[in-house]
């Protein structure tokens, strides 16, 4: 490793103990990823904040006693609690008490208590080019692909020693030579009314991370403008069936105005079709449910928007949730203020909707034993709820969630998958 006089120093302790012991870390995993040096960033996001047990907390801990301090502008991702309303759910006293220990450490630490796994959707978000340090598989994909920022996939501990040392390993993606794309993965035949659905994207997502795994893919055929949100739901559908950290749209990420430009001029590795009948079996493997009993609605991974409590408002409006069927939305203490002051949030609390904050059901012990079938438009949770909460699960778009919450029980509309 070739330090400049500034990391050496960091390393022997001049700039403090808790700086000393960053580094230390750092060295060691950038000699693990094959650097040869380390380069500079300008801001951070920290997945460690997720409390998982005693571990996290003495980490969080250890380095705020030692009085840590970001180096650069940090975000923090969700915690493992809501702190003003863990008491409505399964959380025990215990681990709301150590996890709000570990969300104090962090914040002692200088950093911006967002509180999201989608910090791209709040001031923190980066610029194309900027080279950051963020943790949150979904964050990753996002700032990589759809902004053009530049990181890594860090892992948890490592990204507040890069957030504390202002430094990371100069390698993988933060280098232009390896952002190129690697798969191509073209779209035949799939019609603009199926890429218009609103599942298509989340869909596309699962896929494409099945597909790619831990490689780069490049997808080609595109027709359609995608919103903000629906790239959202793509990275994070990406970034949970696959190990994907970046990805390209031709015509649509700022990295692929061309095929030619996604590969850098490169040939891919290899090249696949993605066909209506693909997208109908990836969509199906959503659905672990077999019939149509609901227990809960679940919204929000990644954390809602303000643009999708706007979405969910003239859905609800004047309407009301089952009195079996509970409708949790996860979110940030931001989005929920900004929905309150556009004026949509009214009509989905007075619909029976519960906002949980600053967390996410895969992070915290909250579901009651007696959920036991949910349903969600989110990929990733469809993807990761069978196994992290033994639950079973049905994949649908946010109207069909609004339809099942009203009757109290699993209703889709499958016109436009079964027509395509």
């Known amino acids: 490793m070739l330090l400049s006089a500034r990391d050496q120093a960091m390393l022997d302790g001049a700039l403090g103990p808790a700086a000393a012991f960053a580094m230390s870390i750092l060295v060691r995993m950038a000699e693990v990823y094959g650097a040869s ?3 500079d960033i300008s801001q951070a996001h920290i997945d460690s904040t997720i409390y998982l047990g005693d571990a996290t907390l003495e980490f969080a801990e250890k380095l705020a006693s030692l009085g840590a301090k970001v180096a650069v502008p940090t975000s923090l991702n969700v915690s493992g609690v809501d702190e003003c309303g863990w008491q409505n759910w399964a959380v025990t006293p215990e681990w709301a008490a150590k996890a709000a220990r570990q969300m104090l450490a962090y914040e002692k630490m200088g950093t911006v208590p967002t509180w999201t796994c989608a910090p791209y959707q709040t001031k923190m978000r980066p610029a194309f080019g900027q080279q950051i340090a963020w943790g949150e598989s979904n964050a990753i994909a996002f700032a990589n692909s759809v902004i053009g920022a530049r990181t890594e996939r860090y892992p948890d501990l490592l990204d507040i020693c890069c957030a504390i040392t202002g430094r990371v390993p100069a390698s993988g993606l933060h280098l232009t030579e390896n952002r190129a794309g690697q798969v191509l993965l073209r779209l035949t035949d799939v019609p603009v009314a199926l890429q218009q659905d609103a599942q298509f994207f989340a869909v596309l997502g699962h896929l494409v991370g099945k597909l790619a795994e831990d490689r780069i893919p490049v997808i ?7 919103a903000e949100d629906e790239l959202k739901a793509f990275a994070a559908a990406v970034a949970s069936s696959g190990c994907v ?9 700022p990295e692929a105005p061309t095929l030619d430009a996604a590969f ?10 993605i066909t209506t009948a693909d997208l109908r079996a990836a969509r199906k493997e959503l659905t672990t ?3 149509r009993e609901l227990d809960m609605v679940i919204l929000g991974s990644p954390h809602f928007s303000l643009a999708e409590f706007a979405q969910l408002a003239p859905l609800v409006a004047g309407r009301h949730a089952h009195p079996r069927v509970k409708f949790l939305i996860t979110s940030s203490r931001l989005m929920k203020e900004d929905a309150d002051r556009a004026g949509v949030l009214a009509p989905i609390v007075a619909f029976g909707a519960q906002i949980t904050l600053d967390t996410c059901i895969l992070a915290s012990p909250m579901l009651p034993p007696e959920i036991k079938t949910l349903m969600t438009n989110s990929a990733k949770y469809a993807y990761y709820a069978p196994s992290l909460l033994n639950t079973r699960v049905t994949f649908g778009s946010l109207a069909d969630c609004v339809r099942s919450a009203i009757e109290g029980r699993v209703v889709r509309d499958e016109s436009v998958w079964r027509s395509a």
Do not use: K, N
């Open 220 to 226: 080609e055929g595109i027709v359609v403008t995608p």
């Open 289 to 291: 449910a077999d019939g």
């Open 245 to 253: 950290a970046l990805f390209h749209m031709v015509g649509v990420t």
């Open 37 to 39: 040096e380390l380069m």
């Open 264 to 273: 850098q001029g490169r040939s891919p590795e290899r090249s696949m079709e």
